[in-house]
């Protein structure tokens, strides 16, 4: 048996695991992301590999290691290795994958944390035998992943990168340094923020309990977020011939709350009801396992 690692860098945890070469996985671990980690992120990495593999052989577990997959969020860069910038999490230009594999003297794969949930969505989870669908994760920021005749879309660097489209030209500053950027407006560190400002306790869980019975200045602000979000998925939605929607973050934990008036805008934007709007299936996994499925793919 061989083993492959998956990292998967968030705004707030970092994700990883260990699985064998079919996938199963064998071991996982959960840590906090650092504030601002700027391009010591390739140590953060680097020790989160470490850790798995330490964990790994102290539960006898002595298969060697044949490849490492590190997905991060914002602008990147895949064929060149580049993680080219994050608002969030403070790094520009970073030679991510010449640097992670200056640490490991096995194949490395980089990717974006979207994409590659896409890509384990597609695989193992909720967009099996959908070859063309929208996945976007609802949760300290906002991106997109594309999936068109069976195959993810990755363009440039600024592929997917719904969360930086303006919304409300006046609205609330995003990290990017603009105003009113989607994720700004309609992510679930935006509502949360939104809900506070109101002078209410809580998040955006909070906000979407309080949604359900019917609070007036909840439903204003969840409305508005559903709307700014179709105002920029109609489009993506009309122009690929996107059949099924997947949303995945802390938001799409709401479940009919957010997915139900999410659909029945959609299909008023689109003029058409042939599109699904449905919770991913791999949680906060996804990034992870996908991040094995780009190891797999760097030894294949």
Same mark, same amino acid.
């Given at each position: 048996?061989? @083993?492959?690692?998956g &990292?998967?860098?968030?705004?707030?945890? !970092?994700?990883?695991?260990?699985?064998?070469?079919?996938?199963? &996985?064998?071991?996982?671990?959960?840590?906090?992301?650092?504030? $601002?980690?700027?391009?010591? !992120?390739?140590?953060?990495?680097?020790?989160?590999?470490a850790?798995?593999?330490?964990?790994? $052989?102290? #539960?006898?577990?002595?298969?060697?290691?044949?490849? &490492?997959?590190?997905?991060?969020?914002?602008?990147?860069?895949?064929?060149?290795?580049?993680?080219?910038?994050?608002?969030?999490?403070?790094?520009?230009?970073?030679?991510? =994958?010449?640097?992670?594999?200056?640490?490991?003297d096995?194949?490395?794969?980089?990717?974006?944390?979207? $994409?590659?949930?896409?890509l384990?969505?597609? =695989?193992?989870?909720?967009?099996?035998?959908s070859?063309?669908?929208?996945?976007?994760?609802?949760?300290?920021?906002?991106?997109? /992943?594309?999936?068109?005749?069976?195959?993810?879309?990755?363009?440039?660097?600024?592929?997917?990168?719904i969360?930086?489209?303006?919304?409300?030209?006046?609205?609330?500053?995003?990290?990017?340094?603009?105003?009113?950027?989607?994720?700004?407006?309609?992510?679930?560190?935006?509502?949360?923020?939104?809900?506070?400002?109101?002078?209410r #306790?809580?998040?955006?869980?909070?906000?979407?309990?309080?949604?359900e #019975?019917?609070?007036?200045?909840?439903?204003?602000?969840?409305?508005?977020? !559903?709307? /700014?979000?179709? =105002? &920029?998925?109609?489009?993506?939605?009309?122009?690929?011939?996107?059949r099924?929607? @997947?949303?995945?973050?802390?938001?799409?934990?709401?479940?009919?709350?957010?997915? #139900?008036?999410?659909?029945? $805008?959609?299909?008023?934007?689109?003029?058409?009801?042939?599109?699904?709007v449905?919770?991913?299936?791999?949680?906060?996994?996804?990034?992870?396992?996908?991040?094995?499925?780009?190891?797999?793919? /760097? !030894?294949?």
């Amino acid at each position: 048996m061989m @083993l492959v690692a998956g &990292v998967d860098v968030g705004g707030t945890r !970092i994700k990883s695991m260990l699985s064998d070469l079919d996938g199963s &996985v064998v071991l996982s671990h959960t840590a906090s992301t650092p504030p $601002r980690p700027g391009d010591s !992120i390739v140590e953060v990495i680097a020790e989160t590999v470490a850790t798995l593999v330490q964990r790994a $052989r102290a #539960d006898g577990i002595t298969a060697p290691l044949a490849a &490492v997959g590190a997905v991060v969020p914002g602008l990147v860069d895949e064929v060149n290795g580049m993680a080219a910038w994050s608002a969030n999490l403070g790094w520009r230009d970073l030679p991510l =994958r010449d640097r992670l594999q200056e640490r490991f003297d096995v194949p490395v794969a980089i990717g974006h944390d979207v $994409r590659a949930g896409l890509l384990a969505e597609f =695989r193992l989870g909720a967009a099996q035998g959908s070859p063309d669908a929208l996945f976007v994760p609802l949760g300290t920021g906002i991106a997109s /992943a594309l999936l068109a005749g069976g195959q993810v879309v990755a363009g440039s660097e600024w592929t997917g990168e719904i969360g930086h489209v303006v919304v409300e030209p006046d609205g609330p500053p995003c990290g990017c340094g603009r105003l009113g950027c989607l994720e700004a407006v309609a992510s679930a560190a935006a509502l949360g923020r939104a809900w506070n400002a109101l002078g209410r #306790d809580g998040d955006a869980e909070t906000l979407s309990r309080a949604v359900e #019975d019917g609070d007036h200045e909840a439903i204003r602000l969840w409305e508005g977020a !559903i709307d /700014a979000l179709v =105002r &920029v998925m109609a489009p993506v939605c009309a122009a690929a011939g996107t059949r099924l929607v @997947l949303v995945g973050g802390g938001l799409a934990l709401a479940g009919a709350t957010l997915l #139900d008036p999410l659909r029945d $805008r959609l299909v008023r934007a689109l003029g058409h009801d042939r599109i699904t709007v449905t919770q991913a299936a791999l949680g906060d996994r996804a990034g992870a396992l996908g991040a094995t499925l780009l190891a797999m793919e /760097a !030894i294949a």
